[in-house]
């Protein structure tokens, strides 16, 4: 079974509380700020759930669902 999440949020401090709460419960977390990387990050290995800070600079949020 699939438990990667993959984590796109530009707030470091956001992306840490995240991790270690969704951790907790064995998910393997990949944590990125940058949407472009994690876009690449997605497609090299499928996650099963994206969380995704549709407020970031730029509107980088809105450019991954794009």
Avoid: C, W
Avoid at 27 to 56: C, K, N, R
């Amino acid at each position: 079974m699939n438990r990667r999440i993959l984590l796109i949020d530009a707030d470091p401090a956001f992306r840490a509380a995240l991790t270690h709460q969704l951790g907790r419960y064995r998910f393997d977390i990949a944590a990125e700020p940058d949407a472009d990387q994690a876009i690449a990050s997605a497609q090299v290995t499928l996650p099963a759930l994206l969380v995704v800070g549709v407020e970031e600079p730029d509107k980088t949020g809105f450019k991954v669902f794009q």
